[in-house]
């Protein structure tokens, strides 16, 4: 991409900042779950259709699933490259929180807050499509481009249903970013993941009378959980489960429970290591229920694949970064990430962050609390412990993403110091550095057919002799 090109893509993002920013905060004051996201999507299809995107709404048959398109007058579908940008804008339960405070101060006691960014996350995705889209009509460059909102990335894996739909068919690339502590290219896989919900029945039974004729599914689910918890040493190392127990069957001791239900989670590197787990826990759920005479129905909730990281973009996007160097925060932004790091166990969280060797620079004081620089990138790729249904997209189109610093060094996601920052003025800043980083990469792979090849052959690589499901 030459200089003028990038310089005028600079502008361009600059100078429509402010109308995203503004969806961001717009956003973060009206949190909703997944799959409930409908205040939320309004105000994304409200602005992509001011900006001149055709909107499809009702993708994949889920209310708040939608595209926006884009195509320089006259593009050929046959031969005009499809750039697609990720977007999310779901919230969490139970964490509410006053923006721009350093103390746990909820808005609304057991509200929703957008303690993973998504605010931020899919603002930031639709600035970077609308001002690519200027610059290619400016420029008079063929291309089609095309923003998702995708619901319910929180636990409902809206993109997994939405690929399955053949939503994503046709994309040449996909590119995506998610708020974050560190400047740099995710160059990394995720764990797969499936959400199953285990339900017992019994036979309910007064407890010091006739328990001989009760039947306990609570008895039932406890006993799942120490099976399952026994499994633990015999898992891949990289493989998680989570389970929380979701109806105990009720609140009387006195009760024989005749029905419990408890959800899991169940991760692992590979899908086909996490379809094994899968069976290997239903197993232990189906004898929790011979053990104690009651049934088990098991229903699946569905679940993601692991992210097939892509060298080629991986790259492509690292040297975006590398040309719009460090990040400028002012000092207000830096006195307040100090307070938002006062209230972390910064010991943990520092260590955790480790293995980026330049993450944190001194500044005399101990560590910087926000991230300016941009964390190497040496074209090895690395094993995430989380999941996203990002990783579906990756198994179909070859994806990239990036990180910012939106928050403070050390803040951990899913809490109320990252719901805190979702407004302030590092979020701004660092989602319009986003911005950029995806519309420059984007650029790149509109121009350059290669680099879109060499993409694709990366991901048939990464993809022999495996399959999607």
Known sequence: MDEALADLLSETIERLSPHFTALADEIWATPELCFAEHRSVAAQIRIMEQFGFRVTRGIAGLDTAFIADWAFPGSAEAEAPLIAFLGEF????????TANV??????????????????????GSMLAAVALSKVLAARNISARLRYYGCPAEEGGWGKAIMVRAGAFDGVDIALGWHPGTFNGVRARSTLAISNRTYRFRGKAAHAAMAPHLGRSALDAVELMNVGANFLREHMPQDARLHYAITDAGGIAPGVVQSRAEVLYMIRAPELDERDDLV???????????????TEVDITDQGGAANVIPNAPLCAAMHDVMLDLGPLDFTEAE??????????????????????????????????TPLHAGLRAYDGRMSQGTGSTDVGDVSWVVPVVECSTATWAAGTPSHSWQAVAQGQSGAAHRAMVRAAAVMAGTGMKAVVDPELRHAAARDLDKRRAGRSYS
């Open 279 to 293: 069976h290997r826990v239903d197993d232990i759920a189906r004898g929790a229920a011979l053990m104690t005479g």
């Open 102 to 123: 350093a103390e746990e101060r909820p808005l609304e006691p057991g509200g929703n807050g957008h303690g993973c960014g998504h605010n931020l996350l899919g603002s």
């Open 90 to 97: 779901d919230a969490l339960p139970g964490l509410s929180q």
């Open 334 to 367: 830096r006195a307040f990430a100090h307070e938002i790091r006062s209230t972390l166990n910064t010991a943990a969280s520092d260590r955790r962050d480790a293995g980026f060797d330049d993450l944190f620079l001194s500044d005399g004081r101990g560590l």
